[in-house]
């Protein structure tokens, strides 16, 4: 049995979201407990570029700013995008961002979610005010009035006067405290890879859009891109399966050749899509954040930027006035307020888009054509988008 002594604060997750949070705390001065079933893998220049990597933008930056951490992750590999064409493959329709509509040097950055996770858990342990609990996983939670305990599956408890789940999408804290989700599961899944393509990815990130569903190629530092194609689950295993030569050929194909033909590619690996929303954020001493609260369609790469804007609210909510009590129910209000509807009109923005884009009905198509052109044309409406997918 470890002490009582409460923790103004216990995270739970040390993703990207849930690491940040729970430095975040910590530097205002904070206790926080962290606990993490799994350690965080680590990462290496030496390594080849991971498979998963995130669109990283303004916001996000900002946030790892603050913590001291960006200009390491910048360095260590990171890749930026200054430029962005969005194109409809049925009406042939075209959208090109600039970083110059958001009054900015860069859109966002291309960063390895293990590069990111690496630097947060390496802050995170020489921090004075966290103390990390992995693993441990968290097995229940129980209201104590002006505090809340956890039970870890090492018989142990945590006692804090805030919890924080960050435990992601599937988040067994959210179970555990019964708060249920609304959504639906997407017929498609998102296939993933890094290829090289004959010509180079020019600081750009391109998104296409499919029957089937959105082609993403984000640029890597390396020259290579990312690739990111959501695609009906059938689909998606097929192209997953088949031979190199073949899917490099398709791949072209459906990315319409726009870098030259596709030259190689490393291993491809598949991902369920769903949108998931949380019915509510907060509950007695307790607070969602990131995927835990909101899963969201990955076409416009918003998903770790929503769950990085849920932590900046939330210390907000929590360091203003100084002396608030932390899980105390105006400043969980504060901080559910600030990002439920944000993250909702988001999630179903995202959702809007996927259907539109893959519907084949005429008038629709047509529509949109005039739409993208339109927007294309309009130089105040490209900066109010470039300024809201940079969140800032
Ligand atoms: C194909 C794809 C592409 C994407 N691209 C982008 C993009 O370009 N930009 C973007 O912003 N987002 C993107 N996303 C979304 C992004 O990856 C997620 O939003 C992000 O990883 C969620 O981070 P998180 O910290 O909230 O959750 P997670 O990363 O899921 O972390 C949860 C943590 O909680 C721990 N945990 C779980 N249960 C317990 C327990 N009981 N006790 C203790 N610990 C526990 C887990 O071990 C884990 O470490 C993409 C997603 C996909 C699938």
Excluded: K
Aim: proline share 5%; with cysteine.
């Amino acid at each position: 049995m470890r002490t009582r002594t409460p923790f103004d604060i216990a995270v739970v997750g040390a993703g990207m979201v849930g690491s940040a949070c729970a430095l975040a705390l910590a530097r205002h001065g904070l206790r926080v407990a962290l606990v993490e079933e799994r350690s965080p893998p680590a990462w290496s220049a030496a390594d080849e570029i991971d498979l998963r990597v995130v669109a990283i933008a303004p916001s996000s930056v900002d946030l790892l700013e603050q913590l001291g951490l960006w200009s390491g992750i910048r360095d260590a590999r990171a890749s930026v995008y200054r430029h962005m064409q969005v194109w409809d493959s049925a009406s042939g329709a075209r959208l090109e961002f600039d970083a110059s509509d958001g009054n900015t040097a860069e859109l966002g950055w291309i960063v390895e979610n293990r590069l990111i996770q690496h630097t947060l858990w390496l802050a995170l342990q020489n921090e004075p005010g966290v103390s990390l609990r992995c693993p441990a996983r968290v097995v229940g939670s129980e209201d104590e009035g002006d505090t809340r305990s956890l039970r870890l599956d090492d018989d142990s408890r945590l006692v804090a006067r805030l919890v924080v789940a960050a435990d992601g999408a599937a988040s067994p804290l959210r179970q555990l405290m019964e708060i249920g989700v609304s959504g639906h599961v997407y017929d498609q899944h998102a296939l993933v890879a890094h290829v090289r393509t004959e010509r180079p990815h020019e600081q750009t990130a391109w998104q296409r859009f499919l029957p089937g569903g959105t082609l993403a190629f984000l640029p890597l530092a390396d020259g290579r891109c990312s690739i990111v194609w959501s695609l009906p689950p059938e689909e998606c295993r097929r192209l997953r399966e088949i031979e190199e030569s073949l899917f490099l050929q398709e791949l072209g194909c459906a990315f319409d050749f726009r870098l030259g033909p596709v030259l190689s590619t490393s291993a491809r690996a598949e991902f369920p899509l769903r949108l998931l929303l949380a019915d509510r954020y907060i509950a007695p001493r307790f607070a969602l954040i990131g995927d835990a609260a909101h899963q969201v369609h990955p076409l416009a790469g918003q998903g770790v930027n929503l769950g990085l804007r849920d932590v900046a609210a939330l210390v907000d909510a929590i360091a203003d006035p100084a002396g608030r009590d932390p899980g105390g129910i105006t400043t969980l209000r504060r901080y559910e307020r600030r990002r439920r509807s944000d993250n909702t009109i988001s999630a179903w923005g995202m959702d809007g888009i996927n259907r539109i884009f893959r519907s084949e009905f005429e008038p629709l198509v047509l529509a949109r054509g005039l739409g993208l052109r339109a927007v294309n044309a309009l130089g105040p409406l490209r900066q109010l988008i470039v300024r809201h997918a940079a969140g800032r």
